[in-house]
């Protein structure tokens, strides 16, 4: 007859590993060098806060979860404000290129 799966409370191990290193190195990357890599570090944060909320993955990992998640929400914001100024700047020089020909 097969054992049950082990869980946390018998082993002491977790049936998933954290990926709360991952989201860190993403919301750093995309706070830094490239704003694209943000939102993904913000989904992964957050995804790796409700799993160490369901207990499948190490409640020591939540500050560094917590962290990348953060940096993903500033990174986010940032690539968004970038965006928008840069299709600000676009339009206001398609708008002065039009009026200087009429």
Known sequence: ???????????GAYPEASQATTALVLG??????CGVLAPFAW????????????GR???ENRGTANAGR???IVGTVLLALGILVFLLIF????????????
């Open 1 to 11: 007859m097969t054992q049950p799966p082990e869980f946390p409370a018998q082993s």
């Open 28 to 33: 750093i990357l995309g706070l830094i060098i």
């Open 43 to 54: 989904s992964m944060g957050n995804k790796e806060l409700a799993a160490i909320d369901e």
């Open 57 to 59: 993955r190490p409640p």
């Open 70 to 72: 953060i940096l993903g």
């Open 91 to 102: 339009v206001a020089g398609v708008s002065f290129t039009v009026f200087e020909n009429t």
